[in-house]
């Protein structure tokens, strides 16, 4: 009410109700927001509202998120500019969004981030082959193992399918010089690197000059980590075990 007269939301012109329908989660499109009427379901179904997806910690509600997932992508009909995805990532849901995403080359994916889940290294290859202009990665690996396990597999799938990247996290990765090496050979706009955790990279021989050589800013594996950093991954650990 104001000033006695009744506001009638489902009449607000089309641009506010967007923009005010995009301050809500993926979840709360989904589930509620375009229930409320058919100018608002309207507005939900443009693709224009899903260019970016944000469905991070998430994981207490009652929701099947990847089936969720899966509907917003479909949503975006290709436009999808930025996704953002914790804990529940499959391989089939990957698939699912390089499938539905092949004209990322034109759209210029910039951002994509896998923190704590279960990334196999041919869906990271996946990733990086649907968007060839990526800029930033961040993978953050759960260390199970008290003592380092090396594999390169992650830094070779990067290398190969990520050419592009000016910015890139491995926390807790099981890479080694080798694959650090092959990293920088095929990343040449690479300028900020975080290795954090990767307890097989040792950065011998020339290798230390030549990521100060080339990175702007490096945080290497046995650099301290400050407790915000500390608190993160708490943070982030107790949700995956709820």
Same mark, same amino acid.
């Given at each position: 009410?104001?000033?006695?007269?009744?506001?009638?939301?489902?009449?607000?012109?089309?641009?506010?109700?967007?923009?005010?329908?995009?301050?809500?989660?993926?979840?709360?499109?989904?589930?509620?927001?375009?229930?409320?009427?058919?100018?608002?379901?309207?507005?939900?179904?443009?693709?224009?509202?899903?260019?970016?997806?944000?469905?991070?910690?998430?994981?207490?509600?009652?929701?099947?998120?990847?089936?969720?997932?899966?509907?917003?992508?479909?949503?975006?009909?290709?436009?999808?500019?930025?996704?953002?995805?914790?804990?529940?990532? $499959? &391989?089939?849901? #990957? !698939?699912? @969004?390089?499938?539905?995403?092949? *004209? =990322?080359?034109? /759209?210029? +994916?910039? %951002?994509?981030?896998?923190?704590?889940?279960?990334?196999?290294?041919?869906?990271?290859?996946?990733?990086?082959?649907?968007?060839?202009?990526?800029?930033?990665?961040?993978?953050?690996?759960?260390?199970?193992?008290?003592?380092?396990?090396?594999?390169?597999?992650?830094?070779?799938?990067?290398?190969?399918?990520?050419?592009?990247?000016?910015?890139?996290?491995?926390?807790?990765?099981?890479? $080694? &010089?080798?694959? #650090? !090496?092959? @990293?920088?050979?095929?990343?040449? *706009? =690479?300028?900020? /690197?975080? +290795?954090? %955790?990767?307890?097989?990279?040792?950065?011998?021989?020339?290798?230390?000059?030549?990521?100060?050589?080339?990175?702007?800013?490096?945080?290497?594996?046995?650099?301290?980590?400050?407790?915000?950093?500390?608190?993160?991954?708490?943070?982030?650990?107790?949700?995956?075990?709820?």
């Amino acid at each position: 009410m104001k000033d006695g007269v009744c506001i009638n939301w489902a009449e607000l012109p089309y641009e506010l109700t967007s923009s005010i329908l995009r301050r809500l989660s993926s979840i709360d499109i989904l589930e509620n927001a375009q229930r409320v009427c058919t100018s608002w379901r309207h507005v939900c179904k443009d693709p224009e509202m899903w260019r970016k997806i944000d469905m991070r910690n998430l994981v207490d509600v009652g929701y099947t998120l990847e089936i969720m997932c899966r509907h917003a992508v479909d949503r975006s009909q290709r436009g999808l500019v930025e996704i953002n995805i914790w804990h529940f990532a $499959t &391989d089939s849901l #990957l !698939n699912h @969004i390089a499938e539905r995403s092949s *004209n =990322l080359r034109s /759209l210029r +994916l910039q %951002e994509l981030e896998f923190s704590y889940c279960p990334l196999s290294v041919e869906s990271l290859r996946l990733s990086g082959r649907s968007c060839p202009n990526l800029k930033t990665l961040k993978l953050k690996r759960l260390r199970l193992m008290r003592f380092p396990y090396e594999s390169d597999d992650d830094a070779l799938a990067i290398a190969e399918t990520m050419p592009k990247l000016s910015h890139l996290q491995l926390f807790a990765n099981s890479l $080694t &010089d080798a694959g #650090l !090496n092959a @990293i920088l050979d095929n990343c040449p *706009n =690479l300028e900020h /690197l975080d +290795l954090r %955790e990767c307890r097989s990279v040792k950065l011998s021989g020339d290798l230390r000059k030549r990521c100060s050589e080339r990175i702007k800013v490096l945080r290497e594996p046995f650099g301290c980590i400050m407790l915000t950093h500390v608190l993160e991954l708490i943070y982030d650990l107790l949700h995956i075990s709820r």
